[in-house]
T-cell receptor, first 112, second 114 residues
């Protein structure tokens, strides 16, 4: 599976949009981009995933560049409860050895 | 019910003890996973079960022994662990092993080996 690169940390003000970047320059055509987050002392939580097109759900939006080498997770109105480690992961959609492998993630701190 | 339930939440054991971690889901998922997470590190995959059969073992030492007695249950049997095995052990499940299926995680068992 392709590797991802994320900044180690960022912060944003409560109520503002949080834009979390991720680079995945070696992504293959059949690899999906996934985002999970992990709030302290909890298990990881699925947020969103996509292949080529931008995606939106009740939690966030995922913007994937046209060349698919990078993506941005957008939390439109960050709250204090969004403080967490956010993991960007790329994963193949086929193959018996398809795995969800976590990188270091980015720590988002939402300030009041 | 979209929950993955792990028991116990906390476990302290000696290096000569035998203990088991339990994971349960009632979402009809056919893939189940064990991850290990050390403090301030990302989760690391240990085992994957698909339709109650072990499909991935990430070269985990034999002192960790997984078991999937049925499609709803996943156990991790522990024997002769070392202090460095102290970690948060996370269980997850998904509809099946296809990559487009999202994983649901439990809250984990915090294990301390003395």
């Amino acid at each position: 599976d392709a590797k991802t690169t994320q900044p180690p940390s960022m912060d944003c003000a409560e109520g503002r949009a949080a834009n979390l970047p991720c680079n995945h320059s070696t992504i293959s055509g059949n690899e999906y981009v996934y985002w999970y987050r992990q709030i302290h002392s909890q298990g990881p939580q699925y947020i969103i995933h996509g292949l080529k097109n931008n995606e939106t759900n009740e939690m966030a939006s995922l913007i994937i560049t046209e060349d698919r080498k990078s993506s941005t997770l957008i939390l439109p109105h960050a709250t204090l409860r969004d403080t967490a480690v956010y993991y960007c992961i790329v994963r193949t959609n086929t193959g018996a050895n398809s795995k969800l492998t976590f990188g270091k993630g980015i720590t988002l701190s939402v300030r009041p | 019910d979209t929950e993955v339930t792990q028991t116990p939440k906390h476990l302290v054991m000696g290096m000569t003890n035998k203990k088991s971690l339990k994971c349960e889901q009632h979402m009809g998922h056919r893939a189940m996973y064990w991850y290990k997470q050390k403090a301030k590190k990302p989760p690391e995959l240990m085992f994957v079960y698909s339709y109650e059969k072990l499909s991935i073992n990430e070269s985990v030492p034999s002192r960790f022994s997984p078991e999937c007695p049925n499609s709803s249950l996943l156990n991790l049997h522990l024997h002769a662990l070392q202090p460095e095995d102290s970690a948060l052990y996370l269980c997850a499940s998904s509809q099946d092993r296809r990559a487009r299926e999202k994983l649901f995680f439990g809250s984990g068992t915090q294990l301390s080996v003395l």
